[in-house]
Nanobody
């Protein structure tokens, strides 16, 4: 069992920045990659970024160059630094990991970017 808890969302003006956090607990030794997803109102959840245990990262084209994913293994934390935010980044952001074929999701944190 793994628990993921997101925090750090809020309201920000376009061009601004936010940092989201994902706290992992439970069987964290089983965690390899941690992902961030976003779900805009009325749309499907889409992948945003991934970081592996070793620190390799990958980003969706829509956020590349603006978002940075990082992790602190000692604190069991993963972060998503979001810069140059756009109104289209408005969404609920979820932390996710896949362990032995089972998907673990956090409860999500709302990010709203005003124009």
């Amino acid at each position: 069992q793994v628990q993921l808890v997101e925090s750090g969302g809020g309201l920000v003006q376009a061009g601004g920045s936010l940092t989201l956090s994902c706290a992992a607990s439970g069987s964290i030794f089983s965690i390899n990659a941690i992902n961030w997803y976003q779900q805009a109102p009325g749309k499907q959840r889409v992948w945003v970024a991934t970081i592996t245990r070793g620190g390799s990262t990958n980003y969706a084209d829509s956020v590349k160059g603006r978002f940075t994913i990082s992790r602190d293994n000692a604190k069991n934390m993963v972060y998503l630094q979001m810069n140059s935010l756009k109104p289209e980044d408005t969404a609920v952001y979820y932390c996710h990991t896949l362990i032995r074929g089972f998907n673990y999701w956090g409860q999500g944190t709302q990010v709203t970017v005003s124009s």
